[in-house]
T-cell receptor, first 116, second 114 residues
């Protein structure tokens, strides 16, 4: 159990509505990530965080924003959802006792978002 | 980070060893090889990683060639539950701007059959 909880696990919404996905961790790790997964594209990094209030863009960040006001929560927001954002979203954390980031990530169970 | 090349699919009989190859001919000296797998509808699962030496854990073994341009993930006794997409990823563990980011490719679909 990696101590990661994603919510909601499933959501259906309409084009133009705002959506926030939440990633919650119980172990106080510094590094957190949001990926999306689509057929034919594999997993693609949207945004990541390397500390409270420290975030940066990944390879597919357009249309997404993130916030990390406390260590345990990393929020992904779609300000105005579009059909192209229909996807499965995965949150991940990097568990490193030293505080530096390695490539050993632990993923949540995913949030399936459908934008009609 | 160096790119990797994997076969799109492989088959393996249950109980036999599954050997999944990965080519990373442009790997640089400080880049590690990571393996993940993703079972249908679940989040990816870390399997193993290595730099130069062969590595083994409770899930698998990782064999890296001496020139480090390719590697093989070995599942010694594959079971039906090992059916998944297997990703080979190369990245540096250095600090700075890497921040632990991983770039996933298309991976290899491993099907274990009875």
């Amino acid at each position: 159990d990696a101590g990661i909880t994603q919510s909601p696990r499933h959501k259906v919404t309409e084009t133009g509505t705002p959506v926030t996905l939440r990633c919650h961790q119980t172990e106080n790790h510094r590094y957190m990530y949001w990926y999306r997964q689509d057929p034919g594209h594999g997993l693609r990094l949207i945004h990541y965080s390397y500390g409270v209030k420290d975030t940066d863009k990944g390879e597919v960040s357009d249309g997404y924003s993130v916030s990390r006001s406390k260590t345990e929560d990393f929020l992904l927001t779609l300000e105005s959802a579009t059909s192209s954002q229909t996807s499965v979203y995965f949150c991940a954390i990097s568990k490193t006792p030293s505080g530096s980031a390695t490539g050993e990530l632990f993923f949540g169970e995913g949030s399936r978002l459908t934008v009609l | 980070d160096a790119k990797t090349t994997q076969p799109p699919s492989m088959d393996c009989a249950e109980g036999r060893a599954a050997n999944l190859p990965c080519n990373h001919s442009t790997i640089s000296g400080n880049e590690y090889v990571y393996w993940y797998r993703q079972i249908h509808s679940q989040g990816p699962q870390y399997i193993i990683h290595g730099l130069k030496n062969n590595e083994t854990n409770e899930m698998a073994s990782l064999i890296i060639t001496e020139d480090r341009k390719s590697s093989t993930l070995i599942l010694p006794h594959a079971t039906l539950r090992d059916t998944a997409v297997y990703y080979c990823i190369v990245r540096t563990n250095a600090g700075g701007t890497s921040y632990g980011k991983l770039t996933f490719g298309q991976g290899t679909i491993l099907t274990v059959h009875p």
